[in-house]
């Protein structure tokens, strides 16, 4: 298809290599794209990955959010995924309390749900 641009060939921002097409990434459409699949539906993409995967995805994207000062929004997911993990049992098992507490941990660690300033009183007097 791109044989007449040649085997390698840049035009804005996609290069052209062979048959394919690379384009710039789209950081925010996939962290959005990621946040929508993993919290959607919790229960069922704990059933199709396995908690331990799903943890990790959820811990992968939190710590991309964070990153990009959406921290409210990473305590949000471990938030989902601490009541998730608290309410699952494997085979009549409860999930270890250690994991409950990591998470935990990592959630807290996000700062709350509240985002800067947010509750602060203002230093100035009310009108």
Do not use: P
């Given at each position: 298809m791109f044989d007449s641009i040649g085997p390698n060939?840049?035009?804005?921002?996609?290069?052209?290599?062979?048959?394919?097409?690379?384009?710039?990434?789209?950081?925010?459409?996939?962290?959005?794209?990621?946040?929508?699949?993993?919290?959607t539906k919790p229960e069922e993409m704990v059933e199709s990955l396995g908690h331990v995967d799903y943890?990790?995805?959820?811990?992968?994207?939190?710590?991309?959010?964070?990153?990009?000062?959406?921290?409210?929004?990473?305590?949000?997911l471990q938030d989902m995924l601490l009541k998730l993990l608290s309410g699952r049992s494997i085979h009549g098992r409860k999930v270890l309390p250690g994991v409950l507490g990591a998470v935990r941990e990592r959630r807290d660690s996000y700062g709350g749900k509240k985002p800067r300033g947010a509750g602060r009183k203002s230093p100035l007097p009310a009108r």
């Open positions: 060939h840049r035009q804005g921002t996609s290069i052209f290599v062979d048959s394919f097409i690379i384009e710039k990434a789209d950081m925010a459409g996939a962290g959005k794209l990621l946040t929508a699949a993993l919290s943890k990790w995805y959820i811990d992968q994207v939190s710590n991309w959010l964070a990153r990009q000062d959406k921290a409210a929004e990473a305590y949000r």
